[in-house]
Structure formats: C-alpha cells, structure tokens
C-alpha cells in the first residue's frame, strides 16, 4: 500500500503563487509515477502534472508555462510549483501514485482546497 500526504493549500490572489508537496510512503518502491490532479464543482477530474520515476514530466495544456511539477527522490515527495494563478485554478488537488503492481493502480491522497479569489 502506499500513502500520500498532501500540504499547501490555501488562499491566494490571482498573480500570486502555491507550493503543493506530496509525501508518500508505504511501498514505494513500486511507484511508477507521481502526480497532481484537481477536481472543481461540476467539472471532471483532470491531470494538471505528473512526473515519472525516470523523471519526464507531463503537463496539462492550461498549466504549461505557470505550474512546475518537481520530486525530492530523497524524501519521496514532489512538488507543484503554481505561479500566475488564475481563479479558475480554483479546485480541490489530489496527489496521485501510479504503482507497478498492480499494474495501473492509482493511489490517492485525501485531497487539498486551493482558492485563487479577490
């Protein structure tokens, strides 16, 4: 099994900036990838950024060039730098692990309110 704790989320300005960061722990050594979504009342689940244990990385097209996904490989943690933020960044974010085996599963931390308002 693995856990995931998530810390960072707050209140902010537009223009301002978060640092979210996801430890995990458990079985980590089965971890293929790490990443972030968002879920905002009445829109899907999305990716916002994953990172590889090889360490490529992935972004979705709203967030390139603002956000920066990063891992401490030390720490089994990563990192999601969000500068520029718009409100409607405004979401809950849940940190994700994809593990080897099983093969395709997904853990999900508990999850982390960002509100990007006036």
């Known amino acids: 099994q693995v856990q995931l704790v998530e810390s960072g989320g707050g209140l902010v300005q537009p223009g301002g900036s978060l640092r979210l960061s996801c430890a995990a722990s458990g079985s980590i050594f089965r971890i293929n990838a790490m990443g972030w979504y968002r879920q905002a009342p009445g829109k899907l689940r999305e990716l916002v950024a994953a990172i590889t244990s090889g360490g490529s990385t992935n972004y979705a097209d709203s967030v390139k060039g603002r956000f920066t996904i990063s891992r401490d490989a030390a720490k089994n943690t990563v990192h999601l730098q969000m500068n520029s933020l718009k409100p409607e960044d405004t979401a809950v974010y849940y940190c994700?692990?994809?593990?080897?085996?099983?093969?395709?599963?997904?853990?999900w931390g508990q999850g982390t309110q960002v509100t990007v308002s006036s």
């Open positions: 994700n692990a994809e593990v080897y085996i099983p093969r395709g599963y997904n853990y």
